[in-house]
């Protein structure tokens, strides 16, 4: 299994600012994914962070938009930037052990 | 491209009924299929899991699931809910080929059990 932890668990954002999200795993794992999931909607992944590389982003993403860094095996961030009230969501880390995704208890994100 | 369809928005039901959660999938080749629960306030954890052999899986806390490939279908079952199934439960598909962290999910359905 895996333990994930997310700083912060939520926050109002004013628009135009950005914020940047953590995730802690408690073992070393190659890969590590960042989801969202909009109100009202279902989860989507935005992208793929391995260490040592440019995380990959899926269609509609955009490294601009969502910068990441994964400086070792255990440790990741998402940045939203130049926030509008559309990135309002819930953001989750997560990582695979033995074909199975954990996922952090998520960061609630509301942009006014 | 894939795509998990989730029947029930919203299932309300009393505590001992069955319970039958609908999900079908859009892939053609090889899948590996999910039911994930999200219970209040707390995070994403696995139910069930599917990767192939015997189509009928069974998941914690007394639930199970069947795969019917003609039918595209992972519909997840309960013989009899309890209060605290109150959650919301999320299918999700995966083409093992591609990249492993990338789910596809339904939309959700939050079963809310009456005691």
């Known amino acids: 299994s895996a333990v994930i932890s997310q700083k912060p668990s939520r926050d109002i954002c004013q628009r135009g600012t950005s914020l940047t999200i953590q995730c802690q795993v408690d073992s070393q794992v190659t890969m590590m994914f960042w989801y969202r999931q909009q109100p009202g909607q279902s989860l989507t992944l935005i992208a793929t962070a391995n260490q040592g590389s440019e995380a990959t982003y899926e269609s509609g993403f955009v490294i601009d938009k969502f910068p990441i860094s994964r400086p070792n095996l255990t440790f990741s961030t998402l940045t939203v930037s130049n926030m509008s009230p559309e990135d309002s969501s819930i953001y989750l880390c997560?990582?695979?052990?033995?074909?199975?995704?954990?996922f952090g208890e998520g960061s609630r994100l509301t942009v006014l | 491209a894939q795509s998990v369809s989730q029947h029930n928005h919203h299932v309300i039901l009393s505590e001992a009924a069955s319970l039958e959660l609908g999900c079908n999938y859009s892939y053609g080749g090889t899948v590996n299929l999910f039911w994930y629960v999200q219970y209040p306030g707390q995070h994403l954890q696995l139910l069930l899991k599917?990767?192939?052999?015997?189509?009928l899986v069974k998941g914690i806390k007394g639930f199970e699931a069947e795969f019917i490939k003609s039918k595209f279908s992972f519909n997840l079952r309960k013989p009899s809910v309890q209060w605290s199934d109150t959650a919301e439960y999320f299918c999700?598909?995966?083409?093992?080929?591609?990249?492993?962290?990338?789910?596809?999910f339904g939309q959700g359905t939050t079963l809310q059990v009456k005691p």
């Open positions: 599917y990767f192939s052999g015997d189509p």
């Open positions: 997560s990582v695979e052990k033995g074909g199975e995704l954990f």
């Open positions: 999700a598909v995966n083409a093992p080929s591609s990249n492993t962290g990338k789910l596809i």
